[in-house]
């Protein structure tokens, strides 16, 4: 079966520092990858999504960027943080077929200082 | 892609009181899928819902999709305590593999 693994569950950053924020999907291969980011009490904001290797589409121009180094792998990273990128990060992983459902990791609580 | 809209966006019940929940979308979709958001965890899927359906069921849950008036619902009868959350559509237009999710609809049981 196909697992969903992100990590760390809880990270508290000073205002500056860098990100380095990892999701890897085991069980499946040339899954679609995506990262999302939601703030107290609101909905998900899409940030990004990977549809293979190296091909990163970004949604909202912000201080984060994305990578996949492999195909299972993602990260989201940033060089700089900001107190406005404090939130609940989730990665999320669906099938590459399409017209199927997104699972979601645990996400990743991230409070900047 | 597009964003579907919950409403309410917060509904009190007792146990045992059904729950319905309503989502609005403006243009066609391929599905709609509705997810389940326990307190500080991820999203966890519950129906898809394709666009040539009409009502599909899963337990306790009952899905409705009305493309004519762009819009679903998503019942949960017999709620129990468990069943608090907050709940997302997501409707998936076609030739996208994006999902935008709503605000959502915040789900209090009271036992």
């Known amino acids: 079966s196909q697992t969903i693994h992100q990590w760390p569950a809880t990270l508290v950053q000073p205002v500056g520092s860098p990100l380095s924020l990892e999701c890897t999907v085991e069980?499946?291969?040339?899954?679609?990858l995506y990262w999302y980011r939601q703030a107290a009490g609101r909905g998900l904001q899409l940030l990004f999504y990977s549809v293979g290797i190296g091909q990163i589409s970004s949604e909202v121009p912000q201080n984060l960027s994305a990578s996949r180094p492999q195909d299972r792998q993602f990260i989201l990273s940033s060089k700089k943080l900001l107190l406005s990128d404090s939130g609940f990060y989730l990665c999320?992983?669906?099938?590459?077929?399409?017209?199927?459902?997104?699972?979601f990791g645990d996400g990743t609580r991230l409070s900047i200082l | 892609s597009q964003q579907g809209e919950e409403d309410p966006q917060a509904l009190s019940i007792q146990e045992g009181e059904n729950a319905t929940m309503n989502c609005s979308y403006k243009?066609?979709?391929?599905?709609l899928q509705w997810y389940r958001q326990n307190s500080g965890r991820g999203l966890v899927h519950l129906i898809l819902?394709?666009?040539?359906?009409r009502e599909k069921h899963s337990g306790r849950l009952r899905v409705t999709l009305d493309t004519s008036k762009k819009s679903s619902s998503l019942l949960i009868t017999a709620s129990r305590a468990a069943d608090t959350a907050s709940y997302f559509c997501a409707p998936a237009s076609y030739n996208t593999d994006k999902l935008i999710f709503g605000t959502g609809t915040r789900l209090q049981v009271f036992p």
């Open positions: 999320a992983w669906s099938p590459d077929r399409g017209d199927q459902p997104q699972h």
């Open positions: 243009t066609s979709i391929n599905n």
């Open positions: 069980g499946t291969s040339n899954p679609n």
């Open positions: 819902i394709r666009s040539n359906e």
